[in-house]
């Protein structure tokens, strides 16, 4: 009877996991000079009305900020969103955070992903020069 009760919540999750409103085929970030290129897509999108973008970083206090939303535009189209604040925040492990905002207005975390940044002096001079304006 323990051996189903400790079980059975665990099928539960995965199963909520596997037949939600929406599937990822991929997720990638790469560096492109003073920003970062973030594209996804998915497999499906059932019930799902956008999509939400966190950054996290040591100059957070290691909360997310959200960074962008997009509208959902259906399976299999490519989404893309530029970073273009992470030179200012002068931290070098940045962690991208995905969600999907359901239909009912609950939100999925589809997927998290950490990357390493080290600006040069120059950005981050520059970087905290346009900081205090």
Do not use: C
């Amino acid at each position: 009877m323990r051996r189903l009760v400790v079980i059975a919540p665990v099928l539960l999750l995965t199963a909520a996991t596997f037949f939600s409103g929406v599937r990822l085929s991929y997720f990638n970030v790469e560096s492109q000079g003073n920003e970062f290129v973030l594209t996804w897509e998915t497999e499906s999108e059932e019930q799902v009305d956008g999509f939400e973008l966190h950054r996290r970083t040591s100059t957070t206090n290691h909360n997310f900020l959200l960074v962008d939303s997009h509208p959902a535009h259906g399976a299999k189209r490519t989404y893309t969103l530029r970073d273009d604040q992470v030179f200012k925040s002068g931290s070098e492990l940045i962690d991208y955070r995905l969600q999907a905002v359901l239909a009912d207005g609950s939100r999925q975390v589809l997927i998290l992903k950490s990357v390493n940044y080290t600006p040069t002096a120059i950005r981050r001079t520059w970087g905290s020069i346009k900081a205090m304006f």
